[in-house]
């Protein structure tokens, strides 16, 4: 090594210290002790004495596996990544391809306007939604019953709460995925068009033959941020329903608090948060094994 | 007629849809503001208003003399901004040895940290709390702070942005016989303010609106976050739909203003992030 390769390393290292430092303690050593911890009995007397302390194994996961709320919360947050997800990718690409319509005057305050939503805070929207939900007097079922529809106990009834989480989740997040999509629509060259409409092609072949495969990695960036995100959904259900009508909104994450820091079951809880993260890493490879395959 | 028919119709309907969404994506925070607005029990008649019939700020004058918004307001302010400026310094500073120098297991060690955004926040959050609590940093304004001051995000989006200078602009100043840390501070920072401003949007509203964390780190209320405390709020005031709205008004409205006059940095952000996919 050189002197001068030296001094460079020697540079690296004091750059990178204090980055690398904060995420070892305050990530990577967090992550490895939730893995040791699921395999304890860790709960509110080993709190207060750690002596109390003991290795279960594998017992957290079995019994995990063997409650009905486990399933519960991991068949809801299915529901609002499998149904949340796609339609919250179309309405997405949807709201991209109008703002990046050629005939759309104005393409800058629609962004900022369909935009708005990403920006607030959750919790607040939470609370206003919430209220546009009221079986009586939320303008949603007044709106309904303009149509002649009767009112739906959206929050209440434990077959629309999910329903209704999801649509705020929509609402709430496809602006953002909808910037992805205009920057990759952006990056399809127009001669491309140009070339397809002299050939005669409809709207719609275009948009299926040039403007979907072209988009194929924006596409999957965009499918697997959504998941990742949905996956850990907490905060809507936390605000909006507490889990409830009968545990109908109730998601892994939600659980994984209620157990860890309301109960201070914090052995059962990571292996919780274990599952979780081994469902979204099976996700991500499934969908990257699923492009590859991809002939386009 | 069918040739016009044929211009006016797709005009007609991509309007028609764009003025649609308009009015969805913009409906519900409208409703947040006129609600926040209506003297008390106004907001829960039936049929709904949709002005207020006398707009009175009582609510907002009975949150901060009564509920204490302001605290809650000022932790928040403290907090974002506090996250915002320690995780610069140590982002911009690690993206920099990451885009600008060359040091064993460089890229094997890059590649790891991208692969570990894989991980959930939420994996590491009941061990964090034990250590915190181990360094009695739970219900501090650290035990919030700490876990925001460095993110694996943000130490890509700087070495992006430094891989496409050129290296001999750098170089011509160690010639000049400047240390490394006065060539980072001097150099390299300047050079970097357009994406240290859109990092810095990003973390400061990420930390603003972040929930999660500070509802498990903040136990005592004098401690709270503006979200937090507007949950808490939900629960005790659950009948008072106005006031409830004007909380909410205050809660995203920083956020909002600062995204309207800061916006070209954010969408240029998210490119940045998204692109590289």
Known sequence: ?296 | MNRLLHRILPTLLVYGLLMLGTALALAPLLWMLVASLMPPGEATGYPPRLWPSTVTFEHYVALFSRLDLGRYLLNSTLLASAVTVISLFVNSMAGYAFAKFRFRYRDRLFRTLLAAMVIPAQVAMLPLFLLLKQFGLINTYWGVIIPGMASIFGIFLIRQYLLAIPDSLLDAARMDGAGEFRIYWALVLPLCRPILVTLAIFTFMGTWNDFMWPLIVLTDSAMYTLPVALANLLGEHVQDTELMMAGSVLTVLPVLLLFVALQKHYIAGIMLGGMKG
Do not use: C
Not at chain 1, 125 to 151: E, K, S, T
Not at chain 1, 244 to 256: D, E, H, I, K, W
């Open chain 1, 1 to 296: 090594m050189t002197g001068q390769e030296r001094h460079a390393a020697r540079s690296a290292r004091a750059f990178l210290a204090p980055a690398l430092l904060l995420i070892a303690v305050f990530f990577f050593l967090p992550v490895l002790a939730a893995l040791l911890l699921s395999f304890t009995d860790f709960d509110i007397y080993a709190l207060g004495d750690l002596n109390r302390l003991r290795f279960v194994g594998l017992r957290n996961y079995l019994d995990l596996l063997q409650s009905p709320l486990f399933w519960t919360a991991l068949g809801n947050t299915f529901y609002f990544v499998v149904v949340g997800g796609p339609l919250s990718v179309a309405v997405s690409l949807g709201a991209a391809l109008l703002v990046n319509a050629p005939l759309t005057r104005f393409p800058g305050f629609f962004r900022a306007a369909f935009f708005l939503p990403v920006v607030t805070t959750l919790v607040a929207v939470a609370v206003v939604w919430r209220y546009l939900y009221h079986p009586r007097y939320g303008l949603l079922n007044y709106g309904l019953g303009l149509l002649g529809i009767d009112p739906i106990d959206w929050l209440g009834d434990p077959a629309w709460a999910m329903p209704a989480i999801i649509l705020m989740a929509v609402w709430k997040n496809f602006g953002f995925n909808m910037i992805i999509f205009i920057a990759g629509l952006q990056n399809i060259p127009t001669q491309l068009y140009e070339a397809a409409r002299i050939d005669g092609a409809s709207g719609w072949r275009q948009f299926r033959y040039i403007t979907l495969p072209l988009l194929g990695p924006t596409f999957l960036f965009v499918a697997l941020m959504t998941m990742i995100g949905y996956f850990q959904v907490f905060a809507e259900p936390y605000v909006m329903t507490q889990g409830g009508p009968a545990n109908r909104t109730l998601s892994v994450v939600l659980l994984m608090y209620e157990e860890g820091f309301r109960w201070w079951n914090m052995g059962y809880a990571s292996a919780a948060a274990f599952m979780l993260f081994v469902l979204i890493l099976a996700g991500t490879l499934l969908q990257l094994k699923l492009r590859r395959r991809d002939p386009e």
